[in-house]
Nanobody, 119 residues
Framework: VQLVESGGGTVQAGGSLRLSCTAS????????MGWYRQAPGKQRELVAV????????NYADSVKGRFTISRDNAKNTIDLQMNSLKPEDTAVYYC?????????????WGQGTQVTVSS
């Protein structure tokens, strides 16, 4: 499987960025797609995830109301719209996708895209 991210960059506090991720190589339905981030010296943490039906989303408390996750199942893409960015949002952002069945569970990670928010 392969996940390719795009859209990172540097922005001033209060600004916006949009991250995109495209998954390929899955032979079964991608059940869950989401975004995680890792800041220097910290563990990787969940930012937002969405199931295949779009009916279930989960956001980290720190991004609720500012970030919005969206998904196109037909294209196997997932986007993260980030508004009102704060310096503490600075991190490498990783896309994740997983396919889960009764007798299988597999997935992958993107290479990461840097998001830097200056104060």
């Amino acid at each position: 499987v392969q996940l390719v991210e795009s859209g990172g960059g540097t922005v001033q506090a209060g600004g916006s960025l949009r991250l995109s991720c495209t998954a390929s190589g899955f032979t079964t339905t991608i059940n869950v797609m989401g975004w995680y981030r890792q800041a220097p010296g910290k563990q990787r943490e969940l930012v937002a995830v969405m199931n295949s039906g779009g009916g279930s989303t989960n956001y980290a408390d720190s991004v609720k109301g500012r970030f919005t996750i969206s998904r196109d199942n037909a294209k196997n893409t997932i986007d993260l719209q980030m508004n009102s960015l704060k310096p503490e949002d600075t991190a490498v952002y990783y896309c994740n996708a997983e396919s889960i069945g009764s007798d299988y569970w597999y997935g992958g990670w993107g290479q990461g895209t840097q998001v830097t928010v200056s104060s």
